[in-house]
């Protein structure tokens, strides 16, 4: 087996494994409101984090196509594209300037990793934006529903 091979698909073999553990053990977030050990700021970082982790599950949950390179990227998409997700919750509420770095570094590795997929397909690119380096808090409307994206929200682009 060709050793960049393995360099690159053990830690996507390791990542489903952990997000899918994770996913097994994790809380509905309304759960978390009777337990003393949360903290009750910490409650907006579980609930955003759980719904991130909720729609990775449900978007990897593919119809087969009958091409196996099609499906795969079709599955791994939403696992990169949740990645980003819990990334950027923790940019929102986290505090450790280390785990913020590294927070940022999963962001453009899983966006190249999303952008190599498709152009290995054939597929066409969407617009880039940059990665943010500071993501304030949702406001309340989007914590309800509202996405935010980075063409409704400036504050997601570097430098504003």
């Known amino acids: 087996m060709n050793t960049l091979f393995r360099k690159k698909s053990l830690p996507i073999a390791a990542s489903i494994v952990l ?34 982790m909720s729609k990775m599950m449900n978007d990897m949950a593919v119809s087969p196509t009958g091409n196996v390179d099609r499906d795969f990227v079709e599955m791994m998409i939403p696992h990169h594209q949740g990645a980003i997700d819990m990334a950027q ?3 929102r509420y986290g505090a450790n300037e280390q785990l913020k770095r590294i927070a940022q570094e999963i962001i453009v590795d899983q966006q190249q990793e999303i952008a ?13 934006d940059p990665a943010p380096t500071q993501i304030p808090p949702r406001s309340d409307a989007s914590r309800h529903g509202a996405a935010m994206t980075p063409d409704t929200d400036q504050t997601m682009k570097m430098g504003n």
């Open 19 to 52: 997000m899918l553990s994770a996913s097994a053990f994790a809380h509905d977030p309304a759960s978390h409101e009777h337990d003393t050990s949360v903290a009750a700021d910490e409650m907006p970082f579980l609930t955003e984090n759980d719904a991130a």
């Open 89 to 91: 919750t923790y940019l």
């Open 116 to 128: 190599a997929m498709r152009l290995a397909l054939g597929d066409p690119l969407p617009p880039s």
